[in-house]
């Protein structure tokens, strides 16, 4: 059975950093593409980075030069190291796995992440 | 990277058919067969429900069903159950190998 968790999300002063990690099960993480999506509280689901299949790795420019997508293959975890936070990016973290472009099979149970002094 | 476009809101009686559109541009939706949407409960991980603009996955009911015309895809609901009541977002892949959400749908069943 295929299955993602996350772990490392917390509270965190703005300025801050705090690195995501997301374990795989049931697949293999540098097999295809994974992602990092967030939910601030009450609002819609926002795209944040990719990591694909041959390592090449995009963001969000909400995100850009900040944020920096990983994978550790010996782990079979993704992660997402996130600097200079600030408090509007208070948010559950989804990782998530895409089969194929933009198409999200697997996602884990999310990790809040509070930016606040 | 705008959100693609979507109502913030519809509504539909059991039984009935509700369509749901994402408006893009050509930079995403129209310019790629990379449109997928998802459907959102309360408090649980968003599930998906379409993607490549029509297909639906394993154990997605064919009551949900998709198209596209130029940059403006649609999610049809036919058949209206109880348990459809849920938030519903597309995504489209887009130029320089980002991925656009739309803003979200909250559907409600009468």
């Known amino acids: 059975e295929m299955q993602l968790v996350e772990s490392g999300g917390g509270l965190v002063q703005p300025g801050g950093s705090l690195r995501l990690s997301c374990a795989a099960s049931?697949?293999?993480?540098?097999?295809?593409?994974m992602s990092w999506v967030r939910q601030a509280p009450g609002k819609g689901l926002e795209w944040v980075s990719v990591?694909?299949?041959?390592?090449?790795?995009y963001y969000a420019d909400s995100v850009k030069g900040r944020f920096t997508i990983s994978r550790d293959n010996s782990k079979n975890t993704l992660y997402l190291q996130m600097n200079s936070l600030r408090p509007e990016e208070t948010a559950v973290y989804y990782c998530?796995?895409?089969?194929?472009?933009?198409?999200?099979?697997?996602w884990g149970q999310g990790t809040l992440v509070t930016v606040s002094s | 990277q705008s959100a693609l476009t979507q109502p913030r809101s519809v509504s539909g009686s059991p039984g009935q058919s509700v369509t749901i559109s994402c408006t893009g541009t050509?930079?995403?939706?129209?310019?790629?067969?990379?449109v997928s949407w998802y459907q959102q409960h309360p408090g649980k991980a968003p599930k998906l429900m379409i993607y490549?603009?029509?297909k639906r996955p394993s154990g997605v009911p064919d009551r949900f069903s998709a198209s596209k015309s130029g940059n403006t895809a649609s999610l049809t609901i036919s058949g209206l159950q109880a348990e459809d009541e849920a938030d519903y977002y597309c995504?489209?892949?887009?130029?320089?190998?980002?991925?656009?959400f739309g803003g979200g749908t909250k559907l409600t069943v009468l």
């Open positions: 998530a796995r895409a089969g194929r472009p933009a198409a999200f099979d697997y």
């Open positions: 049931g697949f293999t993480v540098n097999n295809t593409y």
């Open positions: 990591i694909y299949s041959g390592g090449s790795t």
């Open positions: 050509s930079s995403d939706v129209g310019g790629y067969n990379y």
């Open positions: 490549d603009v029509t």
């Open positions: 995504c489209s892949y887009a130029a320089t190998y980002a991925l656009m």
